[in-house]
């Protein structure tokens, strides 16, 4: 464009100067020369108007590519638009989705402590000695007569050692008129006697031992066993 213009100042310079020269020559010209003269004046002028139509159709062409760039600017930003408001959506549910993971983490580990405190709870009780003997073979225990037959203790040690169990003392009762076999036990040895119940069938007695022991059970056989 910058060419053109100055292409279009030279030529109106040249008209400037060659009309002041072309007056001086035309006062001694022929008609010949004078005509000659205005053919070059019209074909300068039709170089002009070329020039000022291709002029007019480089700031067509300029205007259409400018039209299109800023269509093109106006796209690409809706674009980028939509792509922050999807970005954005994703961040929020990718947010939602790791508070929901945390959620379901914590409430599967109370879930886990909850069904450990269940599971302890529906467990029987078991003495810390009970633990530590690992079997009934360590308990300490003692079988008295007590309906004044003294086989009768001696046939209940027999019948516990079958069972695995450990008979310190075979002795006689102070009393000898026990109704049926009862089993006292030392604090915190009540699993082991009702377990020892279990064994030997009949219901026997259960008591606690109101003195202190040696013995973990003391079982005394009565008139029925």
Same mark, same amino acid.
Do not use: W
């Given at each position: 464009?910058?060419?053109?213009?100055a292409?279009?100042?030279?030529?109106?310079?040249?008209?400037?100067?060659?009309?002041?020269?072309?007056?001086?020559?035309?006062?001694?010209?022929?008609?010949?020369?004078?005509?000659?003269?205005?053919?070059?004046?019209?074909?300068?002028?039709a170089?002009?108007?070329?020039?000022?139509n291709?002029?007019?159709?480089?700031?067509?062409?300029?205007?259409?590519?400018?039209?299109?760039?800023?269509?093109?600017?106006?796209e690409s930003?809706?674009?980028?638009?939509?792509?922050?408001?999807?970005?954005s959506?994703?961040?929020?549910e990718?947010t939602?989705?790791?508070?929901?993971?945390?959620?379901?983490?914590?409430?599967?580990?109370?879930?886990?402590?909850?069904?450990?405190?269940?599971q302890?709870?529906?467990?029987p009780?078991?003495?810390?000695?009970?633990? +530590?003997? $690992?079997?009934i %073979?360590?308990?300490?225990?003692k079988? /008295?007569?007590?309906?004044?037959? !003294? &086989?009768?203790?001696?046939?209940?040690?027999?019948?516990?050692?079958?069972?695995?169990?450990?008979?310190?003392?075979?002795?006689?009762?102070?009393?000898?008129?026990?109704?049926?076999?009862?089993?006292?036990?030392?604090?915190?040895?009540?699993?082991?006697?009702k377990?020892? +119940?279990? $064994?030997?069938? %009949?219901?026997?007695?259960?008591?606690? /031992?109101?003195?202190?022991?040696? !013995? &973990?059970?003391?079982?005394?056989?009565?008139?029925?066993?």
């Open positions: 464009m910058f060419r053109t213009y292409l279009i100042l030279i030529l109106s310079m040249g008209f400037v100067f060659n009309g002041c020269a072309a007056f001086k020559y035309l006062n001694g010209s022929s008609q010949e020369e004078i005509e000659a003269f205005k053919m070059s004046k019209s074909e300068m002028y170089e002009l108007n070329k020039l000022k291709e002029n007019e159709e480089l700031q067509r062409q300029i205007d259409i590519t400018n039209e299109q760039n800023q269509r093109f600017r106006v930003e809706k674009k980028y638009a939509q792509v922050r408001e999807q970005n959506t994703l961040s929020q990718n939602k989705l790791n508070e929901d993971n945390q959620r379901i983490i914590e409430e599967n580990e109370n879930f886990k402590k909850k069904l450990a405190d269940t302890a709870k529906a467990k009780s078991v003495p810390s000695f009970h633990k +530590a003997a $690992k079997g %073979g360590r308990l300490k225990i079988v /008295l007569s007590g309906d004044g037959n !003294f &086989n009768s203790a001696k046939k209940m040690a027999k019948k516990l050692r079958k069972s695995g169990y450990t008979i310190q003392i075979v002795d006689q009762s102070d009393r000898s008129d026990f109704k049926k076999t009862t089993i006292y036990f030392a604090p915190k040895f009540k699993y082991e006697a377990r020892l +119940a279990s $064994k030997l069938g %009949g219901n026997p007695a259960l008591k606690s /031992l109101n003195s202190t022991s040696m !013995f &973990n059970l003391i079982i005394v056989t009565g008139a029925t066993k």
